[in-house]
């Protein structure tokens, strides 16, 4: 969303000025999980029909004192300028140019059950090998993957998933014709 992306680009180049983009970073991690979690609020900042003083007295309410005043202020600006319904859209846009700037990868790894500390660290080690830069691990659990596991970064795929090769085995099976 293009809207989004510019109000992250000014938001990131504010608080590169102010030598603050990890905390807002942080900020803006907060206010996308209000968002995400809270549909009442959701809904709330996505009306068209109520006024912006109200939703800046939540805005506010909820985040005064728990994020930076340049992300506040950053806020008050959206919010007046009737932007605020698309939030959650620069807050993920935000992230993604924060990641960009810092040359950090995301690797999301599907497994049954979790993965253990050792294994986790195996997974981060195999990423940083593939890419250079930082990884971020974010662990997704999926019974229906059966054993195994399945690891995306970016438009990359892995799969070592027991539910996939077993689904090959059959295909083999069926064009065999020994079904």
């Known amino acids: 969303m293009i809207v989004a992306q510019r109000y992250a680009k000014s938001l990131m180049e504010l608080a590169a000025e102010a030598n603050k983009v990890d905390a807002v ?3 803006m ?13 959701a809904l709330f900042l996505d009306s ?6 109200k939703k800046l007295a939540v805005l506010n309410e909820i ?6 005043d340049l992300t506040m202020s950053f806020l008050s600006l959206i919010t007046k300028k ?11 846009s935000f992230d993604e140019q924060y990641k960009e700037n810092k040359n950090i990868f995301t690797a999301v790894v599907t497994s049954a059950n979790g993965l253990d500390a050792a294994t986790k660290q195996k997974v981060i080690d195999l990423v940083k090998g593939q890419m250079k830069g930082e ?5 997704k ?6 054993g195994g596991f399945i690891l995306k970064i970016g438009d990359r ?23």
């Open 141 to 146: 659990i999926n019974p229906g993957t059966i």
């Open 135 to 139: 990884v971020e691990l974010v662990e």
């Open 48 to 53: 068209p029909i109520i006024k912006t003083d």
């Open 82 to 92: 009737r932007r605020e319904a698309y939030l959650k859209n620069i807050a993920e």
């Open 25 to 27: 970073r942080n900020d």
């Open 157 to 179: 795929q892995i799969d070592r998933s027991v539910a996939t090769q077993l689904n090959t085995l059959k295909k083999e099976l069926i064009s065999k014709g020994l079904n």
């Open 63 to 68: 985040f005064k004192g728990k994020i930076s």
């Open 29 to 41: 991690k907060m206010v996308k999980q209000t968002y995400d979690t809270n549909r009442d609020f």
